[in-house]
């Protein structure tokens, strides 16, 4: 993980030669100045040269432009169409940049003037632009050095180290979503899973497991039919982070299947070994209660999350089986792919029964119809609140995770009836993500509750500003956001 620190600009001497970022609004400024004097007016020479405004996406790279700099990178900030400056532009920038840096290990990251108030947000986007999960390459590409430390330049180095806390407390839960996503699916299963999340009790989480034995005594009949058919034995684990006294708990769901084979429903085989990522929503949740206790959060707040693997073998569940859910509620499940709805109706209607709590955010990579709806820029809202709906939008687009709201109603739901059970587990392919929301709404009662359909967002097969391609880690950091708001509402 990279090292982030705020200091002041240092001197370029060429006993100590930096390698220097520096975000732009304009082709100006006390910074630019400094450096275009430190190397002789190239830097304004390469800026006429190459047309460079500032705008977002522009760059200007010089090599070796003079003794004490070893490299300097130009990245623009201004949006294209006039619209301000704000912390989304500036992490975006900062993570373009960073990944124009060749052969450095370390660099000094510039943000002067306006930009200032942002620093820790370049900070931020700086981190999550340099992961790389390489754990399992026996040879690195290449021999060249890779950024391991950034220095921020900024004036006021306290106020932003203070507000760089939170940050780098939610780019840690980030990342651990991303490492989680990232694991292949012969090491990271219900068993292995559960122990990652038990090491987080250092962290100060109270975590507790319920095993298969506990989950049939209490009635998962949903979630135990997805796992009989692996022989990696299913858990359902419920995080707590205490920060708030006797206040009714923030709920956080996560769908938890680490492969998802599609049961006897199989899936084709193109594209199957990505199934190792349909926990992602579980590593989510896992994610924000790591940020959540990192910055010491004051809320009350809970992840449960539930966590097969969807196998098929002989004693696979079939489809036109009947399960009876944890509330009482009986299933026929007509297609063993749309398994993850299964899991979440126990692990929904449990929290909800148990636990009490003020909401419930559960999130998935529940459909692909859900991909086909919003491609790959937005995940799907689906909620019984309009309130819980707009606070979650909002937080979104604050942090840059877009989210869509979908909509629900009783038409929906109606295609879900059973003609011999409470309801079926697939109803026809038109609005087919929809009917999985409305799925999801009957375990929910009436406790305020978004599903997020994050199928398109939680692994992507391009890079983006702060994410190279595979597991992006959608969800924690708008997650985070809207729990703050909360926090400041009470």
């Given at each position: 993980?990279?090292?982030?620190?705020?200091?002041?600009?240092?001197?370029f001497?060429?006993?100590?030669?930096?390698?220097?970022?520096l975000?732009?609004?304009?082709?100006?400024?006390?910074?630019?100045s400094?450096?275009?004097?430190?190397t002789a007016g190239?830097?304004?020479?390469?800026?006429a040269?190459?047309?460079?405004?500032?705008?977002?996406g522009?760059?200007?790279?010089l090599?070796a432009?003079?003794?004490?700099?070893?490299?300097?990178?130009l990245?623009?900030?201004?949006?294209?169409?006039?619209?301000?400056?704000?912390?989304?532009?500036?992490e975006?920038?900062?993570?373009?940049?960073?990944?124009?840096?060749?052969?450095v290990?370390s660099a000094?990251?510039?943000?002067?003037?306006?930009?200032?108030?942002?620093?820790?947000?370049a900070?931020?986007g700086?981190r999550?632009?340099?992961?790389?999960?390489?754990?399992?390459?026996s040879?690195?590409?290449?021999?060249?050095p890779v950024?391991?430390s950034?220095?921020?330049?900024?004036?006021?180095?306290a106020a932003?180290?203070?507000?760089w806390?939170?940050?780098d407390a939610?780019?840690?839960?980030?990342i651990?979503?991303?490492?989680?996503?990232s694991?292949?699916?012969?090491v990271?299963y219900?068993?292995?899973?559960?122990?990652?999340?038990?090491?987080?009790?250092?962290?100060?989480l109270?975590?507790e497991?319920?095993?298969?034995?506990a989950m049939?005594?209490?009635?998962?009949?949903?979630l135990?039919?997805?796992?009989q058919g692996?022989?990696?034995?299913?858990?359902?684990?419920?995080?707590?982070?205490n920060?708030?006294?006797?206040?009714?708990?923030?709920?956080?769901?996560?769908?938890?299947?680490t492969?998802?084979?599609?049961?006897?429903?199989?899936?084709?085989a193109?594209?199957?070994d990505?199934?190792?990522?349909?926990?992602?929503?579980a590593?989510?949740?896992?994610?924000?209660?790591?940020?959540?206790?990192r910055?010491?959060a004051?809320v009350?707040?809970?992840?449960?999350v539930g966590?097969v693997?969807n196998m098929?073998?002989?004693g696979?569940?079939?489809?036109?089986?009947?399960?009876?859910?944890?509330d009482?509620?009986?299933?026929?499940?007509l297609n063993t792919?749309?398994?993850?709805r299964?899991?979440l109706?126990?692990?929904?209607?449990?929290?909800?029964?148990?636990f009490?709590?003020?909401?419930?955010v559960?999130?998935a990579?529940?459909?692909g119809a859900i991909?086909?709806?919003l491609?790959?820029e937005?995940?799907?809202?689906?909620?019984?609140?309009d309130?819980?709906?707009?606070g979650?939008s909002e937080?979104g687009t604050?942090?840059g995770?877009g989210l869509?709201?979908?909509?629900?109603?009783e038409?929906?739901?109606?295609?879900?009836?059973?003609?011999?059970?409470d309801?079926?587990?697939i109803?026809?392919r038109?609005g087919?993500?929809i009917?999985?929301a409305?799925?999801?709404?009957?375990f929910v009662?009436?406790?305020d509750w978004a599903?997020?359909?994050?199928?398109?967002?939680?692994w992507?097969t391009?890079a983006?500003?702060?994410?190279p391609?595979?597991?992006?880690?959608?969800?924690?950091?708008?997650?985070?956001?809207f729990?703050?708001?909360h926090?400041?509402s009470?």
């Amino acid at each position: 993980m990279l090292s982030v620190i705020f200091d002041s600009l240092p001197a370029f001497s060429a006993d100590a030669p930096k390698a220097v970022v520096l975000l732009c609004e304009t082709a100006g400024g006390e910074a630019f100045s400094t450096l275009d004097k430190a190397t002789a007016g190239a830097v304004s020479r390469a800026v006429a040269l190459k047309g460079f405004k500032g705008e977002a996406g522009q760059s200007v790279v010089l090599p070796a432009p003079a003794e004490g700099l070893s490299q300097i990178v130009l990245a623009g900030v201004t949006p294209k169409g006039g619209a301000a400056v704000d912390a989304v532009a500036v992490e975006n920038a900062a993570g373009r940049a960073v990944r124009l840096l060749d052969g450095v290990e370390s660099a000094v990251l510039v943000v002067s003037g306006a930009l200032e108030q942002f620093a820790p947000e370049a900070g931020l986007g700086a981190r999550l632009a340099s992961y790389d999960f390489d754990l399992y390459r026996s040879k690195k590409p290449g021999a060249r050095p890779v950024l391991k430390s950034l220095t921020v330049a900024v004036s006021d180095v306290a106020a932003a180290q203070a507000r760089w806390t939170a940050l780098d407390a939610v780019s840690q839960g980030v990342i651990l979503t991303r490492n989680l996503v990232s694991e292949p699916p012969n090491v990271l299963y219900p068993q292995s899973f559960t122990q990652r999340i038990e090491d987080l009790r250092e962290l100060g989480l109270t975590v507790e497991v319920l095993d298969e034995k506990a989950m049939t005594e209490l009635g998962f009949g949903a979630l135990l039919g997805v796992a009989q058919g692996s022989v990696h034995k299913p858990r359902t684990v419920i995080v707590r982070h205490n920060g708030s006294g006797s206040e009714a708990p923030l709920a956080f769901i996560g769908k938890g299947v680490t492969f998802d084979s599609g049961g006897i429903s199989i899936k084709p085989a193109a594209g199957m070994d990505e199934m190792k990522t349909d926990m992602g929503g579980a590593a989510t949740v896992i994610g924000l209660m790591s940020a959540l206790a990192r910055r010491k959060a004051p809320v009350n707040a809970i992840g449960v999350v539930g966590l097969v693997e969807n196998m098929v073998s002989g004693g696979a569940q079939r489809p036109g089986d009947i399960v009876r859910a944890y509330d009482g509620q009986t299933i026929e499940v007509l297609n063993t792919d749309a398994e993850g709805r299964l899991v979440l109706a126990d692990v929904l209607s449990y929290t909800r029964k148990r636990f009490s709590p003020k909401l419930m955010v559960n999130l998935a990579t529940l459909t692909g119809a859900i991909v086909v709806s919003l491609g790959y820029e937005n995940a799907g809202l689906f909620s019984n609140s309009d309130a819980l709906a707009k606070g979650l939008s909002e937080a979104g687009t604050q942090v840059g995770e877009g989210l869509w709201r979908m909509p629900m109603g009783e038409a929906y739901n109606r295609e879900i009836d059973s003609d011999i059970a409470d309801m079926k587990n697939i109803g026809g392919r038109p609005g087919s993500a929809i009917l999985a929301a409305e799925f999801l709404k009957r375990f929910v009662g009436d406790t305020d509750w978004a599903h997020l359909d994050i199928a398109g967002t939680a692994w992507k097969t391009k890079a983006s500003a702060i994410a190279p391609k595979g597991a992006t880690g959608f969800g924690v950091r708008l997650l985070d956001r809207f729990v703050k708001a909360h926090e400041a509402s009470v």
